[in-house]
């Protein structure tokens, strides 16, 4: 996979490459480019970084910053939202003067 990405790189503008992540030939329009965009999104791009990269590959408990801001948000605001118990309906027998 390395090497195919780095032939990419060295190969000029217009010449024929293989995709890295999936083997397909393309036409390189970018002097950037190395990998094809046969499939939708970065499919090929982010399976070539996953797989090249070991702290990828074994990725089981790495959390993102945005994913770990996230879920601090989400414990924050759960503990203030209200107790059920302390909630008065407001067609309660209390609420309307009721006995």
């Given at each position: 996979m390395k090497k195919l990405y780095k032939l990419n790189k060295t190969i000029s503008i217009g010449g024929q490459c293989f995709c890295?992540?999936?083997g397909t030939m393309f036409k390189k329009v970018h002097y950037q480019q190395a990998f094809?965009?046969?499939k939708a999104g970065t499919q090929c791009k982010d399976k070539y970084w996953n797989n090249v990269t070991p702290n990828k590959r074994n990725n089981v408990t790495r959390i993102s910053p945005a994913n770990a801001r996230y879920q601090l948000r989400m414990m924050r605001?759960?503990?203030?939202?209200f107790n059920p118990d302390d909630y008065e309906h407001p067609f309660s027998?209390?609420?309307l003067g009721q006995w």
């Amino acid at each position: 996979m390395k090497k195919l990405y780095k032939l990419n790189k060295t190969i000029s503008i217009g010449g024929q490459c293989f995709c890295p992540s999936c083997g397909t030939m393309f036409k390189k329009v970018h002097y950037q480019q190395a990998f094809c965009k046969s499939k939708a999104g970065t499919q090929c791009k982010d399976k070539y970084w996953n797989n090249v990269t070991p702290n990828k590959r074994n990725n089981v408990t790495r959390i993102s910053p945005a994913n770990a801001r996230y879920q601090l948000r989400m414990m924050r605001y759960k503990e203030q939202c209200f107790n059920p118990d302390d909630y008065e309906h407001p067609f309660s027998t209390e609420s309307l003067g009721q006995w």
